[in-house]
């Protein structure tokens, strides 16, 4: 079965990608801004990598004039928080505080069970 979020995934491997939502997480930005955070690469390389993160949800964009505007979209990425995250935070938090309370009581900590 094919995860409705694999192209989120796709598109959050690419460390570009990932640099241009950390800058959109401050605020909107013009394409034009964005390009001059890349200067190693083309105008045309960063509206790819604008592209895909477009088309994987965790890009809006909307025109003022001559300029495009892209915002974050953080809905996806919350998504891959509750799907591949919250389940298993409650887990290691738990076994985490026994291993605590443990070691302040001075007893070793309970073997899990199997």
């Not at 495009?68 to 290691?92: F, H, T």
Request: glycine share 6%; aromatic share 8%; no cysteine.
């Amino acid at each position: 079965m094919k995860d409705d979020l694999d192209v989120v995934w796709k598109a959050l491997s690419d460390p570009t990608r990932r640099s241009i939502l950390d800058l959109l997480r401050a605020g909107p930005q013009a394409t034009t801004d964005i390009v001059a955070h890349f200067p190693a690469l083309t105008r045309f390389g960063v509206m790819k990598h604008l592209t895909v993160l477009r088309d994987a949800g965790l890009v809006h964009d909307r025109w003022e004039g001559r300029r495009r505007i892209n915002s974050l979209n953080a809905i996806p990425i919350r998504l891959i928080y509750e799907r591949w995250v919250s389940g298993y935070q409650d887990l290691w938090a738990s076994k985490l505080t026994s291993l605590k309370r443990s070691l302040e009581d001075g007893r070793p900590p309970k073997k899990p069970k199997r």
